[in-house]
């Protein structure tokens, strides 16, 4: 079974903070995708990344690849109160049963 | 261009009745996948259609199972509910390929099972 742990599993920060979640996997992944989710909506992709040690920046977010392929981070710079939500990686392993792998997502909440 | 809609949002059912759930996916997408989303095990995978044939499963039983349509709506049935099954379903439509093509989440389908 390929798991994804995501840590922390919630986060409450102020306005302007940096922070930074993870994803790990004792499993190699062939490409690691990034998700945010607002309540009552579904998850938007953010980013993906697909070779190790690869750095992706989306405006305050930057998105690393482990050289291994078995762990990613997302860096918030200068948090702000849209950043809130579950932040959710999911990893594409292509094993017996072809399957994206989504770990359980970090809550962030940032206050204004 | 109109998102990923699926309906209905809410449902609430009893044990041992069974629920179809149904996915639009963007125009022009031909793959839809299904997730089950709960606070305990996160998103999961259940199954990933492409031109009306399953393409790809995850682990749920065979409790679950869908169709797709040749307009590439899909449907997600669940018989024999059991209050496991209360979570948030939610559907994803991509081009073709769901790791190098983007996935289209929809707001998902509420079910309450009591």
């Known amino acids: 079974t390929q798991l994804l742990e995501q840590s922390p599993q919630f986060l409450s920060i102020q306005e302007g903070e940096n922070l930074t979640v993870y994803c790990n996997s004792s499993?190699?992944?062939?490409?690691l995708q990034w998700y945010r989710q607002e309540p009552g909506e579904g998850p938007v992709l953010l980013v993906t990344?697909?070779?190790?040690?690869e750095v992706k920046k989306l405006k305050r977010l930057t998105f690393q690849f482990g050289d291994a392929r078995k762990d990613s981070s997302l860096h918030i710079t200068a948090a702000q109160p849209g950043d809130t939500g579950l932040y959710l990686c999911a990893g594409e392993y292509r094993g017996s049963n072809y399957k994206l792998t989504f770990g359980k997502g970090t809550l962030l909440t940032v206050n204004p | 261009k109109a998102g990923v809609t699926q309906t209905p949002r809410y449902l609430i059912k009893t044990r041992g009745q069974q629920v179809t759930l149904s996915c639009s996916p963007i125009s022009g997408h031909r793959s839809v996948s299904w997730y089950q989303q709960t606070p305990g095990q996160g998103l999961q995978f259940l199954f990933e259609?492409?031109?009306?044939?399953?393409?790809n499963k995850g682990n749920f039983p065979g409790r679950f199972s869908g169709r797709q349509f040749s307009n590439s709506r899909s449907e997600m049935n669940v018989s024999t509910l059991e209050l496991g099954d209360s979570a948030l379903y939610l559907c994803a439509s991509s081009l073709g390929n769901i790791f190098t093509d983007t996935q289209y989440f929809g707001p998902g389908t509420r079910l309450t099972v009591l």
């Open positions: 259609y492409f031109s009306e044939t399953q393409r």
């Open positions: 499993s190699v992944f062939s490409s």
């Open positions: 990344v697909v070779t190790g040690g």
